[in-house]
């Protein structure tokens, strides 16, 4: 087992060398507020075999487990994707793939809508060719907590590992953000988890141990510095090695795809659902400023949403460019997933539909007088299951926006270690393209405390419904008796007719 923690603070006079403590086989770290994220990785054979059996059965597979609470992002550590739990996944060829789905459930929750990989994920359509190894199939629900996950963790991994062991398990219900990978060419599974603040506002206060050389153990201090291009991210600060290092060292690196899109001007947006919501309910992007300046001319606006089964796209409506131009929106450049126009939501399998928009800002100088614009999305309830109130509640997270840029000709993509791949949205676009995050505004925008919209939808109420059914069937069998004595009168009519027609008959004085 290895594991890595990097924190991240905002300004250099923010740490003091001294707050690093460098022993033999430990490192103390005191009163450091930063941002953190924790990496650990397991050999295969580290792991049970419930899911070693699993992962002999993946090409590659990557889970995003993201929070809805609010967090500012931080360099690096700024790409997004919205609230729930994201998998994206590739089979072995020739290989079964029926033990997923159980260990999935057994993980994060029997109420995970997995019955297969065929019958449940999607295809995740991919347009670029540096993306040809990306995953080949999509899958996502919502899932407000991990706790199923940590109590798994340490009841099957961390009983032989120690207390390293206990305490990532321990912090996964309380970060931001979890991403854990596979791949069948590596054979180890990465655990990683992003916390924005300090538990404690004095900040973080830890011992990091060896054990001996069992685990080994990096921890890295780091803060932006000034970069040398415009496109790069540079990262400097100390790193240390437990157990190898008797003082941390000097390190930079760099990183360049995610970025955080800097302009005050249009740095925040707010999601909203316009009253009344009906079954066409109007989903409402809303930005603070009308300055939308692109971080450069070879940037696009856009926002990807991920929607539940309950939700859907009208991909015909959105073909419209009329339309899309009256909503604030440019095109739609992808949409997957099901989106089926009359199936009700208890008759999909699928999990649900992505979709990627590019919005069409307002021009400055047209509209210099607001301080404000929106972009309207238009979006579909299926019919959902009846329930005794008459009303059912449809869950729908946050959609995150960025710009898209690409990289002018000549600019190094360098990769580096923080980097996140397999976002949905990331493989939509070509091998040179920079990514510049908005960040999601509750304070401004909403009075929720959660980056997930709940609409409250009428449905048919199984409680008061009776008066409903009696009044059908005395409806239904009244209509069959009036259309039985219309048939007889007929009858009778003809048969009066025919009578009358008879040759040989008298008519009787």
Known sequence: MRERI????????????????????????????????????????????????????????????????????????????????????????NRPDDLLCPLLQKLFGEDLKCVSPEKTFTA???????????????????????????????????????????????????????????????????????????????????????????????????????????????????????????????????????????????????????????????LRLKFASSNTEPPSDNCALHTYLTLPSTLFPDKYQLSSPLFLASKNLRSVRSVSGETDLEAPDWAVEKWGSAMLIELAPRNTESFAAQDSWHADIPLHLRYLRPSESGFASAEIPWPVVFWACTAEEGSKMSVNPFDRVNLGY???????????????????????????????VPVLATVSNTWIEAGTVIVVVTGFLWVLWKLLLVASDRDALTEAKQPGKKKVQ
Request: proline share 6%; charged share 20%; aromatic share 12%.
């Open 124 to 282: 995740l359509p991919v347009t670029s060719e540096r993306f040809t190894s990306s995953a080949t199939f999509q899958y996502y629900q919502l899932l407000p907590s991990l706790q199923q996950l940590v109590t798994y963790i340490r009841a099957k991994i961390c009983a032989t590992l120690g207390d390293t062991c206990y305490t990532m398990a321990d912090s996964l219900d309380s970060a931001n953000y979890v991403d854990i990978d596979f791949d069948a060419i590596s054979q180890v599974l990465s655990i990683s988890t992003f916390r924005r603040e300090p538990l404690d506002k004095i900040g973080w206060a830890e011992r990091f141990n060896n054990f001996g050389g069992a685990v080994k153990v990096e921890v890295g201090v780091l803060a932006s510095e000034k970069p040398t291009e415009p496109e790069e991210l540079s990262l400097g600060g100390f790193l240390t090695i437990v157990g190898e290092d008797d003082k941390p060292s000097r390190w930079s690196g760099r990183a360049t795809r995610h970025h955080k899109n800097s302009m005050a001007s249009l740095s925040q947006y707010g999601v909203s659902f316009l009253s009344p919501t009906g079954l066409h309910p109007m």
């Open 426 to 456: 990331d493989g939509l676009f070509g091998p040179k393209t920079m990514f510049y995050h908005l960040d999601p505004a509750l304070n401004k925008y909403s009075d929720s405390d959660s980056l997930v919209e709940r609409l409250s």
């Open 6 to 93: 990097t924190f991240v603070h905002g300004a250099e006079d923010d740490f003091d060398p001294s707050q690093l403590e460098v022993h033999n086989d430990s490192l103390y770290i005191k009163s450091l507020k930063a941002a953190r994220e924790d990496r650990i990785t397991f050999s295969i054979e580290e792991l049970p075999q419930e899911i070693w059996r699993v992962l002999k059965q993946c090409h590659e597979l990557h889970i995003r487990w993201t929070s809805s609470l609010p967090y500012a992002s931080v360099s690096p550590f700024n790409a997004r994707v919205s609230p729930g739990f994201h998998l994206f996944y590739t089979p072995q060829r």
